[in-house]
Each structure stands twice: as C-alpha cells, then as structure tokens.
C-alpha cells in the first residue's frame, strides 16, 4: 500500500544502491523515488519509469544543486568507492565529502530520516584509511541531528557486481557458497538482504533518533519486511 511519502536514494547506480531500488520499487510503500546520481540510467521497465525521477549532478559542486534534495521525506544514501578505484584522496573526496555533503543538503531540505549505508568496522579512531573514512563520515552526520539516522554497518556485501574487482572476486571465492550457507552472518550480507532491511526500517516506529545497525540486526530487519503479493514475511535463508 502506498503512502505519501517520497524516497531519494544516492548511489543508485551502485550495487547496493540497485537493489534498495529494487526493493523499494516491488514493495510500493513510497509514492515517488528521486535518484540522484553523478549520471542517468536508461530504465526500460515501466514501473520505473513511473515510479522514479533521475536528477543529474556533479558531487564536487553539490552546492549548487540544492533543488536535487528537495522533496525527500527520507534519504538511502549508498554512495561509495575504494581506494583501489580512485586513490586514497578521491576515496575520501566519496565516502566522506560527497555523502556529507548529501547528507547536510538533505537535512536542509527537509529531510525527515537518513539511512546511511556505512561498513562493519567503521572507526573515525583507527589508524586504516578504510574504517577511519567510515567512522568519521558516522560522525559527521551523528552531529547533524537528523529525526532519525540508521546507519548500517554491513559485512562484505554479496553480490554478482558488473565492475570487475579482483579482491572482491577472490574474497567471495574463497569464502564461496560454504560461509554463506553455514553461517551467513559472520561475514557477508547480500544486497537484498540490506535493501529489505533498509526498506523495512524506513517504516518501523518506537526505534532510536540515532542507531547503528550491525550485520546481524541487518538480517533480523530483513526477515520482517513482508512480501508485497503474499504479505508473508520472507526467511532471510531463501536467498
Ligand atoms: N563492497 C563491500 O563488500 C562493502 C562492504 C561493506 C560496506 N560497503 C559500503 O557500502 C556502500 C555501497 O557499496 P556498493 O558496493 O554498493 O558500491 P558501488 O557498487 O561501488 O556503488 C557506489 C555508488 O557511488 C557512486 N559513486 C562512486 N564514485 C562516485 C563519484 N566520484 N561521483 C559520484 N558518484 C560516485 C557510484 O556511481 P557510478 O555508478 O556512477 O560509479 C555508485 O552509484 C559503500 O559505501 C561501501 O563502502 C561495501
């Protein structure tokens, strides 16, 4: 059943970013979707063409691109690089100047919760780049005093990603299918897994103003989000 709430996702081009899409598309609960990207996506589904608006910006002037946060009742934010992509400078520039700069427009705008798609082992104290980036971006938007902030904190994300990333590759190798179906928790959560929870709690009441969400409660979110046709919730080991 759709409400009169509007969704904006950044990093909808990404692979987490894809699913949430996905997930808010098929669960029908936000009236509209606003994605807001660095470029747009040539939909050929209708549903998302009749569901999402694509707004084009350029991150490093994001300032000048007030309006493309205007409208939102709540914020996905699952924008991000590594540093193999663009350096340890423009992983910084990413997964923290451009996600606090979403983040404090979207604030001004209205914004009423922020669901930030953050990492396991984020520490604005650790001596690694990686974690430190993390927690500091954390940090950032706890002080901005958001209604609600959700941040998620997931394990390597599973997922059949287009760009190809030889650590990644190695790692799921690795780990493969055994982990995942022995205990899937430890250390992986597939993007659906995270889009259900995300999507689940942007619905949920009586949660904290400011919450941080680790793998495990990641998959508890998820199991409660119902299926749109059956109205069953789904068991997270369907997947
Ligand atoms: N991979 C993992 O195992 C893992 C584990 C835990 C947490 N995380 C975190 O989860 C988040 C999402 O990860 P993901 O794997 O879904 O990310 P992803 O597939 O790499 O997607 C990242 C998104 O950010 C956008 N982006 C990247 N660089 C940009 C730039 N310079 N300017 C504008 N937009 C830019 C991408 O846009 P384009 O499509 O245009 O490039 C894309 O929409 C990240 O913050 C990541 O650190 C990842």
């Known amino acids: 059943m759709s409400t009169d709430k509007i969704a904006l996702v950044t990093g909808y081009t990404g692979e987490s970013g894809k699913a949430l899409v996905k997930e808010l598309i098929t669960n029908n609960q936000f009236k509209k979707i606003i994605l807001v990207g660095r470029r747009k996506v040539d939909y050929t589904e209708n549903e998302y063409k009749e569901k999402t608006e694509q707004r084009e910006i350029d991150f490093d002037q994001i300032d000048n691109y007030t309006e493309a946060f205007r409208g939102a009742d709540v914020h996905f934010c699952c924008l991000g690089t590594t540093r193999g992509k663009s350096g340890a400078e423009g992983f910084r520039r990413v997964d923290f100047d451009y996600i606090v ?18 990492s396991q082992g984020a520490n604005e104290n650790s001596y690694f780049l990686y974690p430190q980036v993390k927690g500091q ?22 997922v059949d990603r287009v760009e190809h990333r ?33 999507c689940f709690n942007s619905f949920t009441k009586d949660r904290p103003s400011v919450e941080i969400i680790d793998n495990h409660a990641i998959f508890r979110l998820a199991e409660q989000q119902p299926n749109p046709s059956t109205g069953q919730t789904k068991a997270t080991n369907e997947l």
């Not at 979207?106 to 930030?116: I, R, S």
């Not at 938007?141 to 994300?157: G, H």
């Not at 022995?182 to 259900?196: M, Y």
């Open 101 to 118: 700069g979403a983040a404090r427009l979207a604030k001004q705008e209205g914004c009423k919760h922020f669901h930030l798609v953050s």
């Open 137 to 158: 971006a954390e940090a950032a938007l706890t002080k901005m005093s958001f209604p609600r902030l959700s941040i998620y904190r997931p394990a390597m994300l599973m």
């Open 166 to 198: 030889l650590m990644e590759r190695i790692a799921h190798s690795i780990i493969g299918h055994t982990v995942q179906r022995i205990a899937p928790e430890w250390i992986t959560t597939p993007v659906q897994i995270l889009a259900r929870a995300m």
